[in-house]
């Protein structure tokens, strides 16, 4: 029965060349769109290596100094008539106000203070990303260095090619090694074999290539950085303050909590920082952070918003839409095209019921071609996906983001393919299921 | 076979009312072949339309193989209709994007058989047409009369008790017209099955076991 219907949803394809090739331009188009779509949400928030434990990070990046104040503005607002006074409603305005000194963190107070969580499984401290030009034969280039500790391995799940990664002792001993990406590794010395052991000259000191981990393009710089340094051989004496620094904090929670809970200890955390160290720039009173999910913080490097959460829904939004208009118009568009179509068919309906068809028969049938010509639609998008996946990777246009084509990728654009098919043909076939035989049969069109 | 009782139907529009029929009452033996006859409109393509379940009438019973229907829109009528009953057009109303073997097999696809013996019973249904030879072809590579020839296939494919044909020869010439009449009347003496035809043609009428006439929705003789 189903092959019946592929045949003839093939055949009909055929027939109506200008239709199959309106429809399967429009099919193809979006699909294609969407595909893309997928693959950014996918290379960007889903959990492929090495976000692998994305959905359990806690993110902080920002130290607020904070102080209030209390204003008084007085407002004079009286009436005079005849140089008598008629009206007087002045009055007065107190008003708060605080001000925020924002930056990343020094060192010393992630270590101290925010190392040791009751939900955190993982703390890692880091300096995202430092970029430094590097000269090779003489050409520059720009290597963004991550300054780490051993936990950032624990957390971000990169895929190890070669070697190892440094350890606690190594940092406290200001081992002057370094995990290179497998594409820097390239590069720097032109090829990525044997790299292991020599050595990169990197902001005037050479340090000893010890692990070779694959590089993954993303737009947040701490998740594919290019070199991973110890971060004990970053210069700690230029941070601003006791407060203040270079580091931001990321966190992995433990299972079974939740991040909110880990955000409360964080937030907590704050009040037992002491707040007399000589270096507090004068009039500060408290320290606020504002701790995020890999998702809010990341719709927050795109939209800044002060409140993440903020960010992420309007980035939810924007992507919500960017797919309402992508999908929900064309849909539209193929139900109507489809429509008519099938209302060309009312005759054939009218036989294949006075033979026997009911109406789920008739439903499956429309939607069984409209998925035939939805999967082929597919595959064009599908074609056109990967050409302009692959110019987005070459020409670099969504920042450092490399689009990926994983297996989940894959999987999701086949469901939405499918999913597409069935949603634009239910509603013309339900429509033609309803058809009495007798008029559609008067539809003399065979 | 099938019993008709005060049936009645009205066409409603907004501004006019139509009596198709009025007050039919018929009964059709297992394995008669009647006609139906009456100048156009009279009702007759109505009549044949309510008998095979194709329309509900305003009022009245209908007993078909035993069975009183009621719901024509359920799965149960559908199936009915497919195993039961077997239909002939006038215009044909084969599957233009079907070949000829497709279109026969038609019915058979709303029955759960094998594809490899809806193959064997469409074949053989076309064979006893006369158009095995024709089998991959499409229905616009057909005369009219191999088009309702492979109608008549598809009407039998399933072996129905009734078969219902509305102006079967109408739009062929004598020659093709007899050949179908002669396949028809084949069909009813050899197999028993019950037919129905609504015919405009007394020589094709004549033929038949029993003539009713129909004259503005009212059986006459
Ligand atoms: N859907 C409809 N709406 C309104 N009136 C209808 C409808 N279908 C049929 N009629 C009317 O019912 C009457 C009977 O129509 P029917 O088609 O049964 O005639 P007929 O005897 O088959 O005619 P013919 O020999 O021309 O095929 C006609 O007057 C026709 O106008
Ligand atoms: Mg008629």
């Known amino acids: ?446 | 076979m099938i019993k008709l009782k005060n049936i009645k139907k009205v066409y409603r529009t907004k501004t006019i009312e139509t009596t198709a029929l009025n007050d039919i009452d018929l009964h059709v033996p297992k394995g008669e072949f009647l006609s139906i006859m009456g100048p156009s409109g009279c009702g007759k393509s109505t009549l044949l339309n309510i008998i095979g379940l194709l329309d509900a009438p305003s009022d009245g019973n209908i007993l078909v193989a035993g069975k009183s229907i009621k719901n024509y829109a359920s799965k149960e009528t559908s199936r009915f209709r497919n195993e039961k009953l077997g239909f002939i057009f006038q215009s044909f109303h084969l599957i233009p994007d079907l070949s000829v073997l497709d279109n026969v097999e038609l019915p058979l696809l709303y029955r759960s058989i094998s594809s490899k013996e809806r193959r064997t019973l469409a074949e053989e249904a076309l064979a006893s047409v006369g158009l095995a030879n024709r089998k991959s072809h499409f229905p616009s590579q057909l005369s009219g009369g191999q088009k309702q020839r492979v109608a008549i296939a598809r009407a039998i494919v399933g072996n129905p008790e009734i078969i219902l044909a509305d102006e079967p020869t109408g739009n062929l010439d004598s020659v093709m017209g007899d050949e179908i009449m002669g396949i028809l009347t084949k069909l009813n003496k050899e197999e028993g099955t019950t037919i129905v035809m609504v015919t405009h043609d007394e020589r094709m009428a004549k033929k038949t076991d029993r003539l009713i006439r129909l004259y503005d929705g009212s059986q006459v003789a």
């Open chain 1, 1 to 446: 029965m189903i092959s019946n219907y592929i045949k003839l949803a093939w055949r009909i394809l055929g027939r109506k060349k200008f239709f199959t090739f309106i429809s399967l331009f429009g099919i193809s188009f979006t699909l294609g769109i969407l595909m893309v779509i997928l693959s950014f949400l996918q290379s960007e928030l889903g959990t492929d290596k090495p976000l692998t434990y994305k959905n359990d990070f806690v993110y902080l990046n920002t130290l607020s100094l904070k102080t209030d104040f209390f204003d008084t503005i007085v407002s004079i607002d009286t009436t005079f008539l005849n140089d008598e006074m008629v009206l007087d409603s002045s009055f007065e305005i107190k008003g708060t106000g605080s001000m925020n000194w924002n930056s990343e963190l020094n060192n010393g107070i992630a270590e101290e203070y925010l190392s040791d969580l009751e939900s955190a499984e993982e703390v890692s401290i880091f300096i995202p990303s430092s970029e430094h030009d590097v000269y090779v034969n003489g050409v520059k280039q720009t290597f963004s260095a991550l300054y780490g500790d051993p936990s950032y391995w624990n957390i971000i799940d990169h895929q190890m090619l070669e070697g190892r990664v440094f350890d606690q002792k190594e940092m406290d001993a200001v081992a002057k090694v370094l995990v290179v990406s497998d594409k820097s590794a390239e590069n720097y010395f032109g090829t990525k074999e044997g790299v292991l052991g020599k050595e990169m000259f990197i902001d005037g000191t050479n340090y000893k290539v010890i692990g070779m981990y694959a590089h993954t393009g993303k737009i947040m710089p701490y998740v594919s950085p290019d070199i991973v340094i110890p971060y004990t051989n970053a210069n700690l004496d230029n941070q601003d303050s006791f407060y203040h620094g270079f580091f931001n904090v990321l966190y992995k929670k433990k299972k079974g909590v939740s991040a909110d809970k880990l955000k409360e200890e964080i937030v907590y955390a704050a009040t037992r920082i002491p707040m007399d160290h000589p270096s507090k720039p004068e009039g500060y009173e408290d320290i606020v952070f504002r701790p995020n999910t890999y998702d809010e913080d990341y719709a927050q490097a795109i939209y800044y918003e002060r409140e993440a959460s903020k960010s992420y829904s309007i980035m939810k939004w924007i992507i919500i839409s960017l797919i309402a208009f992508f999908v929900i118009l064309p849909t539209l568009n193929l139900i109507n095209l489809n429509v008519s179509r099938i209302m060309d068919r009312s005759s054939e309906i009218g036989v294949r019921k006075a033979f026997g068809a009911h109406r789920g028969n008739i439903i499956s049938q429309f939607i069984i071609e409209n998925i035939v010509q939805t999967i082929l639609g597919g595959l064009i998008g599908f074609g056109l996906a990967l050409a302009l996946i692959n110019m987005i990777n070459k020409g670099g246009y969504l920042m450092n983001a490399r689009l990926e084509l994983s297996p989940k990728f894959f999987m999701y654009s086949f469901l939405v393919t499918i999913l597409f098919g069935i949603l634009s043909g239910l509603l013309p076939a339900y429509k033609m299921s309803k058809l009495q035989i007798v008029n559609a049969l008067k539809e003399n069109k065979l």
